[in-house]
């Protein structure tokens, strides 16, 4: 008996989270995104890979960097780029969730791309269109292409991502961008560690196949990256821990904290940053051990390589 052929590169329709993704279908995302890293940095960053299509970005939840990247992204990919934010939508003057999706697929764009501070709202808008949908971030659910951008920023310092170790620390509760980098980096053989006060765990966090540390010393003791979570007071009804001072003092990245990892350690943060909260400016603007704004380059990047694999049938490519 002959098993199935193994399919060449990402092969779904949507881009709602990495859960569910094979590693070689991770793997094809991020070589894709490398492509165009020297394309970005290049005087010409435009190409006529998506003319003609349609993509709208769709923001219920403010964003900085990810709808920009997003916009960049289609634009370098020659896509005609909308860019909706619920400010302006009827979605203030009651208009639901379906309803706004349905009247945006009436237009006939070929990619939503959304993010909603409803954890599964993008999987449910997903059902009602027949366009491609990249989750941008739902609620605290899952943030795929934050989680490729990371992967693809070590990947590209560290050369691999199987056998490192990597830290994930601070509001590991409120953030969908741990829950994507857990799920994409064991899928692709790195050990993770969560960091955090007891508070700010999910309960179910040891189904990720992480290690668990309440103290940052041990818990950042010989890893290869550090990744810093944003403390997220919007989501937070009530005290999770006893004042932001405290906070800093035991979970903040300190130059003292940082000398437990290895002395080439990267420290990675998906922004926006608290300075003195999760992390000492200083670190953060330290070009010899802070990939931040790596990260922000290279998600251009990732959301290309994305929108290119998710148009890829419209463009009559197999
Ligand atoms: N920008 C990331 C997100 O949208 C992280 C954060 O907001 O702290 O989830």
């Not at 993704?21 to 991770?26: E, K």
């Not at 890893?223 to 405290?246: K, T």
Request: hydrophobic residues 40%; charged residues 25%.
């Amino acid at each position: 008996m002959c098993s199935a052929p193994r399919p060449l590169g990402f092969d779904q329709r949507h881009l709602l989270g990495i859960e569910g993704l094979q590693p070689w279908a991770i793997q094809d995302l991020l070589d894709r995104a490398d492509g165009y890293v020297d394309l970005n940095r290049s005087p010409d960053k435009k190409r006529p890979l998506l003319k003609g299509l349609t993509q709208i970005n769709l923001f219920f939840e403010p964003s900085t960097r990810t709808q920009t990247s997003f916009e960049l992204a289609g634009k370098r990919l020659s896509a005609d780029v909308v860019n909706m934010s619920v400010r302006s939508s009827a979605v203030k003057k009651g208009e639901t969730l379906i309803d706004t999706a349905m009247t945006l697929n009436a237009m006939h764009p070929d990619v939503l791309v959304v993010r909603h501070q409803d954890s599964g709202a993008v999987a449910l808008l997903a059902r009602h269109v027949n366009c491609a949908v990249v989750n941008a971030g739902d609620g605290q659910h899952e943030h795929p292409t934050q989680a490729l951008l990371d992967a693809l920023t070590i990947r590209r310092r560290k050369g691999r991502l199987a056998g490192l170790t990597v830290a994930i620390c601070g509001d590991v509760l409120h953030s969908r961008v741990a829950r994507s980098n857990l799920l994409l980096l064991s899928a692709m053989g790195a050990r993770t560690r969560v960091v955090a006060p007891p508070t700010l765990l999910p309960t179910d966090v040891h189904l990720y196949g992480c290690e668990v540390f309440h103290d940052m010393e041990r818990g950042l003791e010989g890893v290869d990256i550090v990744m810093m979570l944003r403390l997220q007071l919007e989501r937070m009804e009530g005290a999770f821990f006893p004042s932001v001072r405290e906070y800093f003092r035991l979970f903040g990245l300190s130059h003292e904290k940082l000398a437990r990892a290895k002395p080439d350690a990267l420290v990675m943060h998906p922004g926006p940053m608290n300075r003195g909260v999760e992390i000492d400016g200083l670190i953060a603007d330290d070009i010899e051990r802070s990939a931040i704004l790596e990260q922000v380059e290279l998600g251009v990047a990732v959301r290309m390589g994305v929108l290119e694999v998710l148009t890829r049938e419209l463009r009559g490519e197999r």
